[in-house]
């Protein structure tokens, strides 16, 4: 459950237990019509699906009932300008189903855009006015100087 | 005969339960008909043999893990601090350093999942620089924990416990450096590892491959080593009272004797006299 180097597991040894797993994972966006106890999830080629299990019970305290995963491969996709391809990184999908009591709804996180830009507008109208009225006071003792004498 | 009698009794069985339905059938219809629909439609689902009806967990909590706290969904900047430094990671203990690793792990998911979010809906994640940091910081986390393995391994067993490398030649001779891995088989009887590796070479057959590539590293190095030599000639010629003690440590290589004499690191110039 690691990319790090473990020694081999040998029949009768003592089992081996993963300390500082270094597994990346992410939450993607549902697809259309999934089922609200299933979950959908972007990991790294090397995690198996035991794997995903025990990251998700162990890290996230998130009961589990099954995990299906297939690897997917990255896009080839032309760098913009250069002409050259590329091929995005393959990861692993994995459709993670809990209990059928248990849901999540994916969340809206961007939904107030709108807020936003408002925010960011005032920012830049109040630092504009500010500017303005501090060139008027500078300009307060000499009428008729042009804008760029003082600079 | 009589284990004919028995699977007529099943056949006869089997039909039977087609027509009216079976005593444990029959319970559990009941049972589910005297619940209230939404409680029933719960039940359904979970398995037949239990006839407690479960309770519902809700949502799953730990879920929200994987997003960051709705204060920041609508900021345009997140004020965070610095990375963790090594020196302050190793003044903690190995408890504390294990229990800050999975908090690191949990932001940076956290992390990775809302710029995924954030560039599917073509927005500007706020303060990016956040997924460096904690990568340095988990770097520097990790580096602290090796260094106590190691330490540990050296007094108990005089070896660092770092995984074994090893160098050997290809088949065009040159050599390379890979890194050994435990085998189940021991190495005398594991042909398989050797066919797959392709190590050694035939020496006669590669020669003159090696001695031209040897030539070409060896002009490589003249050539690093002509550049050093000119440029401390231009420095002579530039500074003609340089401390040389300061530039045989700077470039220990170079012989300033035999620099100090050519044409190019006497100058174009005449000291002032009186």
């Known amino acids: 459950m690691s990319t790090r180097w473990y020694p081999i597991y040998q029949k009768g040894n003592p089992q081996l237990r993963i300390f500082l797993t270094n597994f990346w994972m992410k939450m993607a966006r549902p697809d259309p019509n999934q089922p609200e106890n299933i979950v959908k999830f972007i990991t790294p080629t090397q995690m198996s699906d035991h794997d995903i299990k025990q990251y998700l019970e162990k890290i996230y305290q998130v009961p589990v009932a099954d995990v299906r995963s297939k690897i997917m491969e990255g896009k080839f996709r032309r760098v913009p300008q250069k002409g050259y391809i590329i091929k995005d990184e393959c990861y692993r999908q994995a459709y993670v189903t809990m209990p059928p009591n248990c849901k999540f709804k994916f969340p809206d996180v961007t939904s107030n855009k709108a807020k936003r830009e408002d925010d960011d507008m005032k920012k830049y109208e109040k630092t504009m006015k500010e500017s303005y009225e501090k060139f008027q006071k500078k300009n307060a003792g000499r009428p008729g100087v042009p804008g760029w004498f003082g600079l | ?274």
Request: aromatic share 10%; hydrophobic share 35%; charged share 30%.
């Open chain 2, 1 to 274: 005969m009589i284990i004919k009698f028995s699977r007529i009794l099943g056949v006869v069985r089997n039909q039977l339960s087609g027509i009216r339905p079976s005593v444990r059938g029959y319970a559990v219809e009941t049972l589910a008909g005297s619940l209230p629909s939404a409680e029933r439609k719960t039940s359904s689902g979970v398995s037949a043999t239990t006839t407690k009806p479960t309770k519902d967990l809700g949502p799953a909590k730990g879920l929200l893990a994987f997003f960051d706290s709705k204060d920041n969904w609508e900021v345009n900047e997140v004020r965070v601090g610095r990375s963790w430094r090594k020196d302050e990671l190793r003044i903690k203990s190995n408890s504390d350093l294990h229990k800050l690793w999975y908090v690191l792990l949990k932001e940076r998911n956290m992390l990775l999942t809302m710029l995924d979010e954030f560039n599917a809906n073509v927005e500007s994640f706020p303060s990016p620089e956040r997924i460096d940091k904690v990568h340095e910081s988990m770097v520097n986390l990790e580096e602290v924990v090796r260094e106590r393995n190691k330490a540990y391994y050296l007094l108990e067993t005089g070896e660092t416990g770092e995984r074994p490398g090893q160098l050997a030649l290809n088949l065009l001779g040159m050599q390379f450096f890979f890194k050994t891995a435990e085998h189940v088989v021991p190495p005398k009887h594991n042909n398989h590892w050797f066919k797959t590796r392709r190590l050694g070479c035939d020496r006669r057959e590669v020669a003159q491959f090696r001695l031209y590539h040897n030539e070409k590293i060896w002009l490589e190095k003249l050539r690093a080593r002509r550049k050093l030599t000119r440029h401390v000639m231009k420095l002579y010629q530039k500074f003609p009272n340089i401390d040389e003690e300061a530039l045989q440590a700077e470039f220990p290589e170079v012989n300033l004797e035999k620099v100090k004499r050519f044409k190019g690191a006497q100058g174009h110039y005449l000291f002032k006299s009186g």
